[in-house]
């Protein structure tokens, strides 16, 4: 199993642009979560899914898109990046199989300027 | 909302010495987590903690629960370098028996070890 992983590992965007963040599971886990770290402000919740097809916003959604057409997925999208995204994201995903424990990837170092 | 407060946020501690970090939280819940953030890295799982009175324990970290007082312990006992680290506690805001695999983290506490 490869468990979560997320591609890119870093990126750097200029203001105004999008782009997507991959994340993808192996473990057929049917909950999955997407979290941003800022220094000092510990973890916060920006959308989760329950399964495919189904998707809910958390603490901070706003500028940040999902969807989640199989279970594997979960990709975030930045509509029109600004520097407050400036962040390190993870995906996270769980489920009955998984014991209640939840699993993270590696993270994404995004910077935007 | 709920919130979750951590203290100490930083602890500097010798090496062979025994400490506490502790997690509060604000509404009900009875599923909590502890997880370990070395610089760069992602987070490790240490301890799920699923109702009163729970208590884990490996190596030299024991976590404990007590949903009432709502506050978990991590406890790190005889100290040594390698357990440098920031360390998460985080409250899934589920139902009782229904987890919702929503997770409020505190702001982690960095732990320091000087030999």
């Known amino acids: 199993n490869a468990g979560v992983t997320q591609t890119p590992k870093f990126q750097v965007l200029k203001t105004g642009q999008s782009m997507t963040l991959q994340c993808a599971q192996d473990m057929n886990h049917e909950y999955m979560s997407w979290y941003r770290q800022d220094p000092g402000m510990g973890l916060r919740l920006i959308h989760y899914s329950v399964g495919a097809g189904i998707t809910d916003q958390g603490e901070v959604p706003n500028g940040y898109n999902v969807s989640r057409s199989t279970t594997e997925d979960f990709p975030l999208r930045l509509l029109s990046a600004a520097p407050s995204q400036t962040s390190v994201y993870f995906c996270a995903s769980s489920g009955w199989v998984a014991g209640w424990e939840q699993y993270f990837g590696p993270g994404t170092r995004l910077t935007v300027t | 909302e709920l919130k979750v407060e951590q203290n100490p946020l930083f602890l500097s501690m010798q090496e062979g010495k025994n400490y506490t970090i502790y997690c509060n939280y604000s509404t009900t819940s009875d599923r909590l987590y502890w997880y370990r953030q070395d610089p760069g890295k992602s987070l490790e799982s240490l301890f799920v903690?699923?109702?009163?009175?729970a208590v884990k324990q490996e190596g030299r970290l024991m976590a404990s629960l007590d949903t009432k007082a709502r506050l978990s312990t991590l406890h790190i006992t005889a100290a040594v370098h390698d357990l440098s680290a920031t360390y998460f506690c985080?409250?899934?805001?589920?139902?009782?028996?229904?987890?919702?695999?929503?997770?409020?983290f505190g702001k982690g506490t960095k732990l320091s070890v000087i030999p």
């Open positions: 903690l699923l109702s009163n009175g």
């Open positions: 985080a409250v899934d805001i589920g139902d009782s028996g229904a987890g919702s695999y929503q997770l409020t």
